[in-house]
Nanobody, 124 residues
Framework: QVQLVESGGGLVQAGGSLRLSCAAS????????MGWFRQAPGKEREFVST????????YYADSVKGRFTISRDNSKNTVYLQMNSLKPEDTAVYYC?????????????????WGQGTQVTVSS
């Protein structure tokens, strides 16, 4: 069992930056691939980014490529999402997810554990 707790969301002006963190419980964190997803009001949850077990493979949605960076620190059981050049359309609840396999995945279907989400609001 893995528990995930996101933090770092908030209100920021367009063009600004935020760093989200996701702290995981459990001794198997380092063997899990991790992902970030987001859900805006009235929209379906969508993929943002994913990272494999040791951090050497990452993948991004086209909408955030070049602006967001995913990383992880297995010694701290934490995954991060650095978000730069934020746009109003990035406004959403951001969810951290863990996949009980080591390889990346872009569909939420393949993730086994989810955090409660953290709100990110970007004002224009």
């Amino acid at each position: 069992q893995v528990q995930l707790v996101e933090s770092g969301g908030g209100l920021v002006q367009a063009g600004g930056s935020l760093r989200l963190s996701c702290a995981a419980s459990g001794r198997t964190f380092s063997s899990y691939a991790m992902g970030w997803f987001r859900q805006a009001p009235g929209k379906e949850r969508e993929f943002v980014s994913t990272i494999n077990w040791n951090g050497d493979t990452t993948y991004y949605a086209d909408s955030v490529k070049g602006r967001f960076t995913i990383s992880r620190d297995n010694s701290k059981n934490t995954v991060y999402l650095q978000m730069n050049s934020l746009k109003p359309e990035d406004t959403a609840v951001y969810y951290c997810a863990a996949r009980s396999l080591s390889t990346i995945a872009t569909s939420d279907y393949f993730y086994n554990y989810w955090g409660q989400g953290t709100q990110v609001t970007v004002s224009s």
